[in-house]
């Protein structure tokens, strides 16, 4: 092999263990501002030297990663379609590789979409890709089964795209763990590193990490279990600690929460609330809402919130997520309390009596009215909205994606 090639793997995938923690920061290629990853300086540089190498897209190497900083770029070279688009699978090549040189990548990186429609571009562009790249002795990392491929996440279906990526020239391929990985492993030539996927209680995210890595995987290559932990350098210290110093779980989970106490939690978690595992997601949009013209029990007075910027103590995630639920319901229920027909009602003639009082008696009935027909307005608004978000948590489920980023295009 090129003694380029061999040393730019060799920056990615440590020759002393043959492992490597790459971080994933590319999301935004076909998501935009991804949930938490919105200012990528501000998720990527305190993560900088936690990892051995950086997967990113050229716009957000040249405008948000310090070129002084040695960390090796692995670079995503592909892309075409949008989250909103027809079909994911319909990539090209967007960045040449000259580009790749002039920004000194370590790697280029390009998904291939097996069993899709575009799966045969998709896998021509990797041959040729290989092609142009070996001349200047730079490796290509294969991305496997993004989009709707996920829903064919088993052995079967993995070990089929990794195996193809590695007989197209792929140096490195990256996967998605699944259960008898060692299969995706065994019969893929070069290293197999894993992504993380839609972001899981932190314990679970490391339990994959340590689960593929004991099935033989080379490393990781993620991303949002990462930096959308409420812990981001925690995170990524204790699957260093499984990927490089070959802890096991419990030992990487302790780690983890021991590092929490030393870490702050993120800054201001109420622009960035944390994803919640899908079986725990927002209060369901479809849920039965209280008739409006029913008369409500009396309120107990709003608690005040506690500061969410308060680093909360390590604990066990699930409980964590359970609380954040209870959070997001207490937050909905009463939401939804304060929109009754009688609070409409006293909105409506408290503004009244700012302005004038016999206008506000004249006006009272039919003030009441439009109430009720705002009421209605307002009912049938979140009908729609509800049935729209129905549709998204459908796609959302279907394609993994984030549920922050579909969420502000509803
Ligand atoms: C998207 C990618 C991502 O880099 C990949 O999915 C890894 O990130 P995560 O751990 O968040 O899944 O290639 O096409």
Not at 213 to 224: C, F, L, Y
Not at 266 to 292: A, H, I, S, T, V
Request: glycine share 6%.
């Amino acid at each position: 092999m090129d003694w380029g090639l061999k040393n730019r793997i060799a920056s990615i995938i440590k020759p002393t263990n043959n492992r490597g923690v790459m971080l994933a920061i590319d999301h935004g290629y076909f998501l935009g501002p991804t949930e938490k990853l919105e200012v990528p300086k501000r998720t990527i540089s305190p993560l900088l030297k936690y990892c051995d190498s950086l997967m990113v897209t050229r716009g957000i190497v040249r405008t948000s990663v310090d070129p002084n900083f040695p960390v090796p770029i692995v670079l995503r070279v592909s892309g075409g379609s949008s989250i909103i688009g027809e079909d994911l699978s319909n990539e090209k090549i967007t960045t040449s590789v000259k580009d790749a040189v002039r920004i000194n990548a370590s790697a280029l990186a390009m998904s291939i979409f097996v069993g899709a429609k575009y799966e045969h571009n998709s896998l021509v562009s990797l041959g040729n890709l290989v092609n142009e790249a070996e001349e200047y002795g730079l490796p290509v990392l294969a991305v496997t089964a993004v989009g709707k491929e996920l829903a064919k996440r088993d052995a079967r279906y993995l070990s089929l795209s990794c195996r193809i990526a590695a007989e197209f020239g792929a140096h490195i391929v990256k996967t998605y763990y699944c259960d008898n990985f060692e299969k995706v492993v065994n019969s893929c030539p070069v290293p197999v590193i894993i992504a993380g996927g839609p972001k899981i209680p932190e314990r679970d995210a490391l339990a994959l990490t340590y689960n593929g890595i004991k099935a033989g995987a080379a490393g990781v290559d993620m991303g949002r279990n990462i930096w959308q932990s409420q812990y981001p350098i925690p995170m990524i210290r204790a699957v260093r600690a499984i990927v490089h110093s070959n802890y096991n779980l419990n030992q990487a989970y302790e780690l983890f929460k021991k590092l929490c106490k030393e870490y702050p939690v993120r800054n201001n978690p109420q622009n960035f609330p944390g994803r919640l595992p899908q079986n725990q997601q927002r209060p369901q949009q479809n849920q039965p809402k209280p008739q409006q013209n029913q008369q409500r029990p009396p309120q107990k007075p709003q608690q005040p919130k506690p500061q969410q910027n308060q680093p909360r103590p390590p604990q066990n995630s699930s409980q964590s997520h359970s609380k954040t639920n209870n959070v997001h319901h207490k937050s909905h229920n009463s939401q939804s309390h304060n929109r009754t027909n009688q609070d409409l009602h006293k909105n409506s003639s408290q503004s009244h009596s700012k302005t004038n009082n016999v206008h506000h008696k004249r006006h009272s009935n039919q003030n009441h009215n439009n109430s009720l027909s705002q009421n209605h307005r307002n009912q049938n608004q979140k009908n729609n909205q509800s049935q729209l978000r129905q549709k998204h948590n459908k796609f959302l489920q279907l394609f993994c994606f984030d549920y922050g980023t579909l969420e502000r295009w509803m």
